[in-house]
């Protein structure tokens, strides 16, 4: 569990302990809770940070306008983002959409951390 985590379910805990009866309190609970949960269910799961993916994510527009001389990987430029509805890759070169996922007001387990490793380009 991250730092940042501990002292916000911390934080929340104290709130509740002040009044315990009032609505903010029951809800900094129910908060804290999920938090406790969640960072238990990441905790328990093997969710990498090394490199896993299995399949790429390219625009089509990018890979139809391909240079011989480059791999998809030089040649993208994508960013990607948290949405309302959950996370949408864009397509930079072309100002479009690649995909755009709607995780349906669910909350998802994930690994924010980094691995600690020099980079290929003298970048930590």
Not at 39 to 59: A, E, L
Request: with cysteine; net charge positive; glycine share 4%.
């Amino acid at each position: 569990m991250t730092a940042a985590v501990k002292n916000t379910i911390k934080w929340l805990r104290s709130y509740v302990d002040e009044d315990p009866h009032t609505d903010a309190a029951r809800q900094a609970k129910k908060l804290a809770d999920k938090l406790e949960h969640w960072q238990d269910k990441v905790q328990n799961r093997d969710i990498s940070n090394d490199n896993k993916i299995g399949m790429y994510i390219h625009c089509g527009k990018c890979i139809e306008s391909l240079p011989p001389d480059k791999s998809p990987r030089e040649w993208a430029q994508l960013e990607a983002g948290w949405t309302k509805q959950g996370l949408q890759v864009w397509c930079k070169r072309h100002e479009c959409n690649v995909v755009h996922i709607d995780f349906e007001g669910q909350c998802h387990p994930a690994n924010t951390t980094r691995r600690e490793s020099t980079c290929k380009h003298g970048r930590n």
